[in-house]
């Protein structure tokens, strides 16, 4: 039997040289009987079809060498999945990791199609919240030969998975995106069992831009969700979406904490809310519960989004992550 299962495995080496598959052996184990046992060769990643969040179907016919990236939440999973060689073009809004200053832009709100077309790429990681706003350009991308997926725009840590999934798949980086992802799930749970025994949860509103046009998260946004992982209580839950709130509806709902996230780009963004004029009876501003966090970190639907919500829980229970 040894003898027939070694002249099988010879003819069988002897057809993939003849036929340039190129691929490596299998590996062999003994069984129980010292026989060698033939172990099935691993499914070839490529081709790949992904039905995209357009709904198409989106064939890609080897591992991409060359990657343009239409916005940064694709590039940060991108880089996350260690695609940074392959990426050569990204949106000027791109800012981390620091490598991105040195690839190529290809715009900003909107992409120029003949500079994604020059670079050749094999593969465009566009965006659904712009998609519907670019068809004819990302078509001109697709009539030049250029593979073009279309990322889903997410609004939950579940669908950030699937963002990463499908771009795990996409670039044949599937292992890494799941170990990327359980990565993610194991911090958001130690996160979640930090703050499980909280018995009177904090009331905590996200001021998104400052005064006078102040903008907040209420419902169905990362930060509502981040808020009831945390087991904090969001001051504007009963709102839906990113809303205008004006000043005294603001402080009428008086909440526990204020949490900016334009400090990257107003200077001294905390001392202007604990400086406004009639907020001192606000309790977040009267006790000096007003924390900036990066605005990167808690809208970004990307990897560093479980190192949001880890910063989030710090701001607003200091406490517990002394």
Not at 196 to 209: Q, R, Y
């Amino acid at each position: 039997m040894k003898k027939w299962v070694s002249i099988l495995f010879a003819l069988l080496l002897s057809i993939g040289i003849l036929a340039g598959c190129g691929e490596t052996e299998s590996p062999v184990e003994e069984n129980n009987a010292g026989e060698e046992v033939q172990e099935p060769a691993e499914e070839p990643a490529f081709p790949v079809t992904i039905t995209d969040a357009l709904g198409d179907e989106v064939v890609i016919e080897e591992k991409p060498a060359k990657i343009v990236s239409l916005i940064p939440s694709n590039t940060e999973v991108a880089y996350a999945l260690g695609l940074g060689d392959e990426i050569v073009g990204v949106s000027e809004h791109d800012n981390y990791p620091e490598e991105v200053m040195e690839k190529e832009i290809i715009g900003g709100m909107e992409m120029n199609v003949e500079k994604i077309i020059s670079l050749a790429p094999d593969l465009v990681l566009a965006h659904a919240s712009s998609a519907h706003n670019s068809t004819e350009g990302l078509q001109q991308i697709k009539d030049a030969g250029i593979t073009v997926l279309v990322v889903n725009q997410a609004a939950s840590f579940n669908e950030v998975y699937e963002s990463i999934e499908m771009i795990g798949t996409a670039t044949g980086e599937k292992e890494k995106a799941e170990e990327i992802i359980n990565g993610m799930k194991t911090k958001i749970a130690e996160i979640e069992e930090k703050t499980a025994g909280i018995t009177e949860p904090k009331s905590v509103i996200f001021e998104i831009s400052p005064a006078p046009d102040i903008f907040v998260a209420g419902k169905n946004t990362f930060m509502d969700e981040m808020l009831s992982l945390i087991h904090a209580e969001n001051g504007v839950g009963d709102l839906d979406g990113w809303l205008n709130l004006d000043e005294e509806s603001f402080i009428e709902r008086n909440p526990d904490v204020i949490i900016t996230t334009y400090g990257y780009y107003t200077e001294n963004a905390v001392d202007l809310v604990l400086a406004r004029e009639g907020w001192q009876d606000v309790t977040a501003v009267k006790n000096k519960q007003v924390i900036d966090v990066h605005s990167d970190l808690v809208t970004r639907s990307g990897p560093r989004l479980a190192d949001g919500l880890e910063e989030l829980a710090k701001a607003v229970y200091p406490e517990i992550f002394e």
